[in-house]
């Protein structure tokens, strides 16, 4: 089992949905990421959390870390959201375990 | 744009050679954490430096070793390699355990 699952795999949406990517992990964690993968390659950072929410235009991530739990939400979303979204928890100072992505397609 | 570079964006090269990719962090960046991204491992995190020493290890090959130098940029060594090598190589920099920033990556592959 990986020490983080994200789900679902792969998520299509239509122009304009709400959209929730899940991140569950099992391990002691000092913060979480999420990261946005462009289908050239390239990776951005989204947030880093260590404790319960924060905004950044239509984006929204969450995180309870009684639960092991966390959660980014994307609000109208837009064919440009297009992209892979992967979590990645920080144990210790700096490692970075990554999970498997999600794969975000958004038609108009 | 990140502010994170790395070269070559693209390299093509035969099992059993040796290959350098170089990375220069973001301007201020003290830590550079190298990553590999293959089709069928996702994600994976190799080494960290700070400052020049090494901080962290993952799951980096004996093949495989990586510097820093006084400049702060940052290189790693892939030697005697391997079909399954081919992948994409990330350099991220950050200043402190904050937010790490990506370089655009170096796609290797081996024929």
């Known amino acids: 089992k990986n020490e983080v699952e994200q789900s679902p795999q792969n998520l299509t949406a239509q122009e304009g949905e709400f959209i929730t990517i899940n991140c569950s992990y099992s391990?002691?964690?000092?913060?979480l990421h999420w990261l946005q993968q462009h289908p050239g390659g390239g990776i951005v950072s989204l947030f880093m959390?260590?404790?319960g929410k924060k905004k950044h235009g239509r984006l929204i991530a969450t995180i309870n870390i009684q639960e092991k739990h966390s959660s980014l939400h994307i609000t109208a979303s837009h064919p440009r959201d297009s992209a892979v979204y992967i979590c990645?928890?920080?144990?210790?100072?700096?490692?970075?375990?990554f999970g498997t992505g999600t794969r975000l397609q958004v038609f108009p | 744009d990140s502010g994170v570079t790395q070269t070559p964006k693209h390299l093509i090269t035969a099992t059993g050679q040796r290959v350098t990719l170089r990375c220069s962090p973001r301007?201020?960046?003290?830590?550079v954490y190298w990553y590999q991204q293959s089709l069928d491992q996702g994600l994976q995190f190799l080494i960290q430096?700070?400052?020049?020493?090494?901080?962290a290890k993952g799951n980096i090959l004996e093949r495989f070793s990586a510097q820093q130098f006084p400049d702060l940029h940052s290189e790693l060594n892939l030697s005697s390699l391997e079909l399954g090598d081919s992948a994409l190589y990330f350099c991220?920099?950050?200043?402190?355990?904050?937010?790490?920033?990506f370089g655009p990556g170096t796609r290797l592959t081996v024929l």
């Open positions: 991220a920099s950050s200043t402190t355990t904050d937010t790490q920033y």
């Open positions: 391990v002691g964690i000092s913060a």
């Open positions: 959390l260590s404790s």
């Open positions: 990645a928890v920080r144990r210790g100072t700096d490692k970075l375990i």
């Open positions: 301007s201020g960046d003290l830590s």
């Open positions: 430096y700070y400052n020049g020493e090494e901080r």
